[in-house]
């Protein structure tokens, strides 16, 4: 599958289980890829979406070793997971076909880094310009951000995270 899963809460084993990383060459991040290319929203995998069900059965108030037992008793080579998001979180998708879920507000730094995406930092207060980024907005439109200072925006569609060479 190319992810990896861990507890929402180490406090509370039933807050439910959520995708923690993807790696960049898996199953998910490769889909991820051609969903976002054809702007199909539909079916994209999330660093932090909440597992929701596995093969049909709701597992959200179900332990960590609950729901990899379904998923490994599982029945073939195809797992089903049903995935929840946070309402009103904003997807933001980057080059290496792995899509981070977070709250408008959010570091972009911290979301760069969830999504191991390869980003040269150097001053860390946005005054160099070194690991400045371009998005693409919903409406087809486009900016420059520097990912250690920026902060993700509150909209309703993915943001496409793009290297930039404005200062290369």
């Not at 969830?114 to 207060?125: H, K, M």
């Amino acid at each position: 599958m190319g992810i990896v899963l861990s507890e929402v809460s180490e406090v509370d084993p039933f807050a439910g289980i959520c995708i923690s990383s993807i790696d960049q060459h898996g199953a998910a991040a490769g889909s991820n890829s051609k969903k976002l290319a054809i702007q199909d929203n539909g079916g994209i995998v999330c660093i932090n979406d909440i597992i929701v069900s596995v093969d049909g059965h709701n597992c959200q108030n179900e332990t960590f070793e609950e729901v990899m037992g379904r998923i490994i008793q599982a029945d073939g080579e195809n797992v089903a997971l049903t995935l929840g998001r946070e309402e009103d979180n904003v997807i933001v998708s980057w080059l290496n076909g792995i899509c981070v879920s977070c709250r408008p507000g959010d570091s972009f730094g911290a979301v760069a880094y969830a999504a191991q995406a390869d980003i040269q930092y150097s001053c860390s207060s946005g005054s160099c310009g070194t690991c400045e980024q371009q998005i693409l907005s919903e409406d087809g439109s486009s900016r420059f951000i520097r990912p250690c200072v920026a902060r993700v925006p509150k909209v309703t569609k993915p943001i496409f995270v793009f290297p930039s060479d404005r200062f290369s």
